[in-house]
């Protein structure tokens, strides 16, 4: 039997996703290409320093605590919503660090911490 590939959710072309969740992904995707990418990433990882203006972009853009209800300060988005957008996020961004950080701190569901 022949293996099946599926495609990446940050692509947007997966079949998991429906168009609100697609459009969703892209607009990520395009944050993190646009305003995540640190001039200083080099500098900032030999120095072993951590980007907090990316942080609070990522936070300000409601990526921190995706799936945590919103009178908590999160998005209440759904599994696949919050898999589809830190897909895109890591996709886009070419902070590893600030992606990995992001992606725990939605997991973990604590939106407000994230914006402050």
Known sequence: MASRTIPPMSLGISPFLDEEQR??????????RE???DPELARRDA????????????GTAGLC??????KYGG?????????AALDALGYGCPDGGLASATCR???AG???VCTR
């Open 23 to 32: 459009t969703f992904a892209d607009t990520i995707r395009r944050l993190a």
């Open 110 to 112: 604590s939106g407000s």
């Open 47 to 58: 120095a072993g320093e951590f980007w907090a203006e990316g942080w609070r972009r990522c």
């Open 35 to 37: 305003q995540l990418d």
């Open 75 to 83: 998005g209440s988005a759904d599994r696949v919503t919050t898999a």
């Open 105 to 107: 701190r939605s997991a």
């Open 65 to 70: 605590g995706l799936p945590a209800p919103e």
